[in-house]
Nanobody, 113 residues
Framework: QVQLVQSGGGLVQPGGSLTLSCVAS????????MTWYRQVPGKKREWVAT???????TYTNSVKGRFTISRDNAKNTVYLQMNSLKPEDAAVYYC???????WGQGTQVTVSS
């Protein structure tokens, strides 16, 4: 059974930065696309960014130029570096492993002064 364990959320002021991490168990990580989603209470889960197994990245328009998704296959870890955070970035962030359809537990990001 694959598990995705997230860390790195918290409270940050507008304009600040946070890095989220998601560590996957199992051996299929390196062959899987990995995605970050976010969800605000009462709203649908929103796609944020994806990195495929070859390292190609895509982003939703609202985070382009501010967020960076990356992966370290040696550590079975995907990251989301978030810079210039805005109040509208506040949400619970989830990582998702496409291979096998596995989700992380979610981590809260709060952007507030």
């Amino acid at each position: 059974q694959v598990q995705l364990v997230q860390s790195g959320g918290g409270l940050v002021q507008p304009g600040g930065s946070l890095t989220l991490s998601c560590v996957a168990s199992g051996s299929i990580f390196r062959n899987s696309a990995m995605t970050w989603y976010r969800q605000v209470p009462g709203k649908k889960r929103e796609w944020v960014a994806t990195i495929n197994s070859g390292g190609i990245t895509t982003y939703t328009n609202s985070v382009k130029g501010r967020f960076t998704i990356s992966r370290d296959n040696a550590k079975n870890t995907v990251y989301l570096q978030m810079n210039s955070l805005k109040p509208e970035d506040a949400a619970v962030y989830y990582c998702w492993q496409m291979a096998g359809n596995y989700w992380g537990q979610g981590t809260q990001v709060t952007v507030s002064s």
